[in-house]
């Protein structure tokens, strides 16, 4: 499975971004789906994941209320809506998948990543 990612942008504090992640490939409907982002100097995070069937979700706390990840298995997309945002949310975002889980919430866990998209909240 190929993912490609999109949507980011810059926007001001408050703002919202909606990010796209489009799969390539028949099998994308198994595969658990997660949002990862990368600040500057910073380790990798995983924002949000969701499981093959959109049944289950997880987020990290600090985006908890405020992001909402979903997915389209018959579009082959997984969409990642950020409301609310804050600088602290600056960062290139990547969407990844598994086959390996039904759902996962550690970044080593996925294996299949698209190229990033870049997301700046100025204040």
């Known amino acids: 499975v190929q993912l490609q990612a999109s949507g980011g942008g810059t926007v001001q504090a408050g703002g919202s971004l909606r990010l796209s992640c489009v799969a390539s490939?028949?099998?994308?409907?198994?595969?658990?789906v997660a949002w990862i982002r990368q600040a500057p100097e910073k380790d990798r995070e995983l924002v949000a994941a969701i499981s093959w069937t959109g049944k289950s979700t997880y987020y990290t706390d600090s985006v908890k209320g405020r992001f909402t990840i979903s997915r389209d298995n018959a579009k082959n997309t997984v969409s990642l809506q950020m409301n609310s945002l804050k600088p602290e949310d600056t960062a290139v975002y990547y969407c990844?998948?598994?086959?390996?889980?039904?759902?996962?919430?550690?970044?080593?866990?996925?294996?299949?990543w698209g190229q990033g998209t870049q997301v700046t909240v100025s204040s």
């Open positions: 490939g028949p099998t994308f409907i198994t595969y658990a």
């Open positions: 990844a998948g598994t086959a390996q889980y039904t759902m996962a919430t550690i970044v080593s866990y996925y294996d299949d």
